[in-house]
C-alpha cells in the first residue's frame, strides 16, 4: 500500500480525496451508502451566516459532460451546522473543512470569527459570491477584492484559512499571487464556470437564475491547464478541483500541482466515485513504484 497521506497547512489527512462542497451535504445521506471516514476529508455546504433558501427552480440543468446549477447556497445557516451537523461529523474519523460564503465582507469576517471557535479543521472561503455592497461584483473576479477580502478574514480566522478561486477570471495565478500575499494558508480551484442552457421552445434560460455554474467532465482541461498556471506562481498547496471522474483524472490534476483534490459532480453519478479514486490511486502508485503521493505532485514534464 502506498502512502496517501498529506498535509494541507499542516493538517494531515489520510489520503488526498476530499468531497467537494456543495455536492455531499454534511455527509449524513452518504455515511447511510458507505463509511465516510474512509475519505480524506469533507468539504461540507456551503454556510452562510444567516439560513438561506436558495435560488427559485429551475437550478439545475444537464450539459454535455456535465451540468449547470444555480442552488444559490440554500443551506441551514452557520448555527445550525454548528449545532447540528458538525457533532455528527466529528464521530467520523474524516478532516471536516468548513465552505463559508457571503454578500458582505462583514460577513466572511463574523463567520470566521464563530467558526474558529468551534471543532472544524480547516476554512475554506468562497469567494466567487457576489459583493453586494460593492454592486454585485464577485470577491473572486480581481486582485484588489480577492486580497482585500483574505485580509480581513484573517485577522478573524484561526483556523487553516483555504480561498476557493474562480476561473471566471483574466489571470488566476495573479489572483492567487494576491491572496497568498494577504494571508491564505492554501487555495483551492477550480470554482464552476459560468455558463447557460436555453429552451429553444420557450426560448427561456432553462435555469430561472438564467445562468449556472457548469461542472463535470466537461471542465477538466481548463481545471488542469490553470492549477499548473498557478502551482508555478505561488508556494501554497493547492487543492485542485473540477471534472474528476476517474482516478487517472485524479492523477493528471496531482501531476499538474495539486497537493489534494476535491471531487463533486461525479458523485451524483456515482456515490462511490470517491472511493474509486483512492482505490485507483493507490494501485497507479503500487504500479508506478511511487511511495507517498505527495511525489507526484507538481511532477507533469512541460514541453
Known sequence: MADLRVKIAGVELKNPIITASGTFGFGREYDEV???SLLGGISCKGTTLKKKDGNPPIRIAETPSGMLNSVGLQNPGVEH?????????????ITVISNIAGSSVEDYCKMAEILSDTDIDMIEMNISCPNVKEGG????????????ITKQVRKYCKKPLIVKLSPNVTSISEIAKCVEAEGADAVSMINTITGMRIDINSRR?????????????AVLPVAVRMVNEVYRSIKLPIIGMGGIAKWEDAVELLLAGSSALQIGTAIFNDPYAPLKVIEGLNKYMDDNKIEKVSDITGKVQLW
Open 34 to 36: 458507505y463509511d465516510i
Open 137 to 148: 461584483v464577485a470577491f473572486g473576479t480581481s486582485c484588489e477584492s480577492a486580497g482585500n
Open 81 to 93: 451546522f454548528i449545532k447540528y451537523d458538525l457533532p455528527f461529523l466529528k464521530q467520523k474519523d
Open 205 to 217: 434560460p432553462i435555469l430561472r437564475n438564467n445562468t449556472g455554474g457548469l461542472s463535470g467532465p
